[in-house]
């Protein structure tokens, strides 16, 4: 947990830096979600009920800590420290502990001959990553 620390100030910088060139709607939104990963959202939720994609970063996973995914509906209650990105009417849920570790990142949902998943595609914040796609190395 001490890495967390390291993190402190980041996003505010990040949101300055961001201001400066005119990119602060995209570095506001927290955690980023493309249109596939919207579009696979929307599908689940039309079929299912509505739809909210939680993730979390847990310790553990090949690189040290590992990306945890899951569905819950929309209607479930929120914690306080719970951040909710919306796009495109798609939810992700991302607690605050994870969110040091999500932000900036952008989520997909990836479809491959073997597996199709949601998955973290970009995080400035990860430093090298495991070929399974859900665990990475912090900076």
Known sequence: MMMLGRFGGGATRALAWAGRRGLSSAVESGVHITPGCADRLKSLSSREGAKALRIAVDSGGCSGFQYTFKLEPLETPRGPKDRVFEQDGASIVVDALSLEYLQGA???????????SFEVVDNPNSEASCGCGTSFSPK
């Open 106 to 116: 952008t989520v997909d949902y990836v479809q491959e001959m073997v597996k199709s």
